[in-house]
Every structure is written in C-alpha cells, then in structure tokens.
C-alpha cells in the first residue's frame, strides 16, 4: 500500500489527520502500542508505517486508505481546516507562546545567580541554559515556562525581546552589563543586583531549570552551541525563523528529558 508515496508524505499526512483529531504523539503510540518516539519518527518520515500501522491508524483517525494513498490527496484542504481550528482556539491552546515578563525576568535572575562565579557563563551560553530550560520544560509538561520565543541565529537558538527586557532590568539597578576578556575573546556577561523571586517559580519549574544549569553552566560557549545545532527543534527550522516548541516532542536521546510509555515497541 505505501509503494505508491514516500515515508515523509505519508509522515506529514498522518501529522495532520492527528492534529485535526486533537490527539497528541502519546495517545496515538498507546492506540498502536508503540512508543512516542516512533511515532514522532513515523511523521517526520523517518520510519515505514505497516500496512496493519496504517489500518489502525484510518480507524483511530478517521480516513479512507485507498483516499489517504491516492497520490492527488489533497493534504492542504485539512492543513487550512487545521489553521482554522487553531485560530479559532488560539486563547485556549498552551502551545502557543506568550511571554510572561515577569517570570523571564525572574529566570533569568535565578540562572545568573546560580551561575554567579564562573567566568565561562556569558550571554552565548546563558542564551542556551535559557533555551533549554524553555524548551525540556515544554517537552515534560506541554506547557510554556516564559512563553519567550526562540529565533534560529548561527550561534543557535536567541531569545527575543531579551535586549528590552535587559535593558528594563538595568534602568531599574536589578542588573549590569560588562565586558571582560575571556580566552582572548571579549565576553558579554550579566551581573545580578536583585534577589530571584523564587515564588514566581513552582517547584517543578525549579527542578527542570537546575537540571539545565547542572547540566551544561561548565560548558565553553562552542561546546554548548555545537550542541544545540544539533538538537531537533534547532535543526528542523529554517535559518533566521521561530522555532517551534512542538518540535521538542520530535527529539531522540540526548535531547529528549521526557520519559515516555511503551518505551519497547510490542510485537
């Protein structure tokens, strides 16, 4: 049956039936007793369906194989009821980012006074302790940490509107900017003159952001920037754009931190 279509168009077809249906990656490899990570592979057009895969899958999503196969399916039509759906619920849906200052703001205070003493941490991989934190905590609990967006710039991930909100930080003495010399590179780093509000944080939200700073703060700028090239949500975005935080549920070890049923697929 998929002789006739490549694995990615297949991939993409069943992306969009899924999301239309309002299922998520999870509740589709419990229906077909897989794991997640298959799933996510499925769509990306990185693993073959089978034929009793795709059988299951026209029950549980609701299509017509001999139409779903049919090399003039039109896949468009869905992905426009699909923006519809979006736009009509976009108040309600957590996957779409909206910054909360306030919590970035106390973030950021938090990552830097955790990180306080070690010379390695400037604006390059405090970018990146960011970015990572935003995005496992997004993965684990298919919500928003900040909400801040992620441009894909080629030093990795930045995220936006972090110049004002710096800028809004120093005008009220709650943070300096420096210049040092560091491995004969000039180095911007961020001096904390303010205490973290930690109730800003819920103890879940702590535990990923710790996890990040234990993680990757002794990491060199390159090392941690090399890293996060290679990361799916870095890599599946074009240079320049936003990336999307739905493309955290697409990533393999030793980017993914979420732990997730069925981890053998059954036979």
């Known amino acids: 049956m998929t002789a006739r279509l490549s694995s990615k168009k297949i991939g993409k077809r069943i992306m969009v039936r899924r999301k239309l249906k309002g299922y998520s990656q999870e509740d589709l490899a419990k229906f077909l007793k897989i794991p997640r990570s298959s799933v996510a592979q499925m769509e990306l057009g990185n693993r073959n369906v089978s034929v009793i895969e795709l059988i299951k899958l026209s029950e549980v999503l609701g299509f017509s194989l001999d139409k779903f196969l049919a090399k003039e399916y039109i896949a468009e039509k869905e992905v426009k009821v699909l923006e519809e759906a979006s736009s009509a619920r976009e108040d309600m ?26 010379p390695n941490v400037g604006e390059t991989l405090l970018y990146k302790l960011l970015y990572f934190s935003d995005f496992n905590f997004y993965e684990i609990y298919e919500e928003h940490l900040t909400g801040a967006q992620y441009r894909k710039l080629p030093y990795g991930p930045v995220p936006q509107k972090l110049d004002n909100l710096v800028k809004q930080m120093m005008e009220k003495g709650q943070l300096k900017r420096i210049k040092t010399e560091y491995h004969d590179y000039t180095q911007i780093r961020y001096i904390p003159l303010d205490k973290a509000n930690l109730t800003e944080m819920t103890a879940a939200e702590k535990d990923v952001i710790d996890r990040v700073i234990d993680r990757f703060s002794d990491w060199s700028a390159s090392a941690i920037s090399e890293f996060s090239h290679k990361d799916l949500p870095w890599k599946a975005t074009n240079d320049g754009e936003i990336i999307d935080y739905e493309l955290a549920f697409y990533r393999e070890s030793p980017f993914s931190v979420r732990t997730y049923d069925n981890d053998l697929e059954q036979p």
């Open 93 to 118: 849906r957590i996957s779409i980012p909206k910054l909360n200052m306030n919590k970035f703001k106390n973030i950021l205070l938090y990552i830097l006074e955790r990180c306080a003493g070690k």
